[in-house]
């Protein structure tokens, strides 16, 4: 079963890449290239996986899920040994000592329309006294408010009580953000065939409300 994503950038948004820039502002938003040598702006799969999984770990228990709330391997070892079991939040996202692949695929976002990103000159934060860094200028490479990218997420035997923790978890995102990125919105859109592996569920109203966008623009 897939399910198309579209998320929408709600203020300026920036997933950036992890090495430094040549030229240009000093953080970057990551770039795909295309077949004709032209590029473009996107959000890795990787990074929306993490940035749900992230989600899901906050909200899992509220919920009734377990969550080992772990991101270093052997501490989500040891935590799922106390279990007795994987923890519900690595049993669809996968952990990364696991030979068992994550039942979810997600592909790269790429954007539906022409995006013109802009660049901010930025203080630095010392994270630890919070005042700004000694010599701490640096530039940030955004796209503006409004912008779309799509993409999808394949699932594959899922269980609908994981389903659920999944939908649970892209409602959480629609209030939190990707990394440091930036607030987004999200929708699910063609859902038909979760409607019908939800149907008579109480899940599926939260599948309607994600089908709308939650974040208006003010006019
Ligand atoms: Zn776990």
């Given at each position: 079963m897939r399910l198309d994503i579209k998320l929408k950038t709600v203020g300026l948004f920036c997933v950036g890449w992890s090495h430094p820039a040549?030229?240009?502002?000093?953080i970057q938003f990551v770039r795909r290239v295309n077949y004709d040598g032209s590029s473009q702006v996107y959000i890795p799969a990787s990074s929306f996986k993490g940035a749900l999984r992230s989600s899901a770990s906050r909200i899992a228990e509220s919920y009734g899920f377990k969550s080992c709330?772990?991101?270093?391997p052997e501490h989500i070892r040891e935590k799922h040994t106390k279990m007795g079991r994987t923890c519900d939040v690595c049993e669809i996202?996968?952990?990364?000592?696991?030979a068992s692949a994550s039942p979810l695929m997600f592909s790269d976002l790429l954007p539906t329309g022409p995006i013109e990103t802009t660049s901010l000159t930025r203080i630095r934060i010392d994270?630890?006294?919070m005042r700004a860094a000694e010599g701490a200028l640096f530039s940030m490479e955004y796209v503006p408010p409004g912008c779309e990218f799509a993409g999808t997420i394949e699932l594959m035997n899922v269980p609908k009580d994981k389903i659920a923790l999944l939908l649970l978890s892209m409602a959480e995102l629609r209030l939190g953000r990707i990394g440091r990125g930036g607030p987004l919105d999200l929708k699910i859109e063609r859902a038909d065939d979760l409607k019908q592996v939800l149907?008579?569920?109480?899940?599926l109203a939260l599948l309607h409300e994600l089908e709308e966008w939650l974040w208006h623009e003010v006019p």
């Open positions: 040549v030229t240009g502002p000093d709330g772990g991101v270093r996202f996968g952990h990364p000592w696991s994270d630890k006294s149907r008579g569920t109480e899940w």
